[in-house]
């Protein structure tokens, strides 16, 4: 199966751009009557057939839309301190993308080791993970925010940050429930700072520990994506 993400889509033609026609065209050696899947990342799911193909240009006809395809049971928000290595924050991107996560936002907090992010890339990599693992649901990246501002936002669902300080029984399946929305804040190398951790409690976050070991910040971002999952069997 191969899918192409189509953000625009308006319509039973598509034009396909021209580095995906070209990908199409040259690299997975599709030709005119091939089906192919089409989504718009808003749980569109559009099987079509390929009408005309060049190396520049590639036409796809929608055969059939499907609505809300596959939707995950719950929500998963997550607020994390980018790493200094854009390597590391990159592949956490791509790995929570193929677990499923519903919004990502970058926070600026005191120990922050990154101050800024190119959310263009960014986004390009989460997109190819969720063309590759098959999912019709794009995450949403928000660029730098600033910790102090973001913990004061609303949120319909449990809140919690991972804290190296909590208890060991604390962890993240004592609080979540299945079919229930999430917010996780994961901090930067340096953790978050004594008062930015009484910040957030005072906001209503809960502090949780993710593990028996000291984890980077985007290993323990992946094993809060995997907990979630696993509590909604997902």
């Known amino acids: 199966m191969h899918l192409f993400y189509t953000p625009d889509i308006d319509g039973g033609f598509y034009q396909i751009s021209q580095e995906e026609s070209q990908h199409a065209a040259r690299v997975l050696r599709l030709f005119v009557g091939c089906e192919v899947v089409l989504t718009d990342g808003k749980g569109n799911w559009m099987p079509s057939k390929i009408v005309e193909i060049h190396a520049k240009s590639c036409l796809v006809q929608v055969s059939e839309i499907i609505e809300n395809y596959e939707p995950k049971p719950y ?75 973001f913990i ?38 340096g953790g978050f700072s004594p008062a930015e951790f009484q910040k957030a409690t005072e906001q209503g976050f809960v502090p949780v520990s993710l593990s028996t070991s000291r984890l980077r910040t985007e290993t323990a971002a992946i094993v809060a994506c995997h907990s979630v999952a696993l509590i909604n069997k997902f």
């Open 75 to 149: 929500e998963l928000h997550l607020a994390i301190a980018p790493t200094k290595s854009i390597d590391r924050f990159e592949w956490f991107l791509e790995k929570s993308t193929e677990i499923g996560i519903d919004r990502i936002i970058s926070i600026l907090s005191e120990h922050s080791e990154r101050k800024d992010i190119k959310p263009a890339r960014l986004n390009k990599i989460i997109t190819s993970a969720m063309k590759q693992s098959l999912k019709a649901w794009h995450p949403e990246l928000e660029g730098m925010t600033k910790f102090d501002q």
């Open 152 to 189: 004061q936002r609303p949120f319909d669902g449990v809140k919690l940050i991972a804290w190296c300080e909590a208890s060991k029984e604390d962890r993240i399946e004592k609080y979540v429930k299945a079919k229930e929305n999430v917010l996780i804040l994961i901090g930067p190398e």
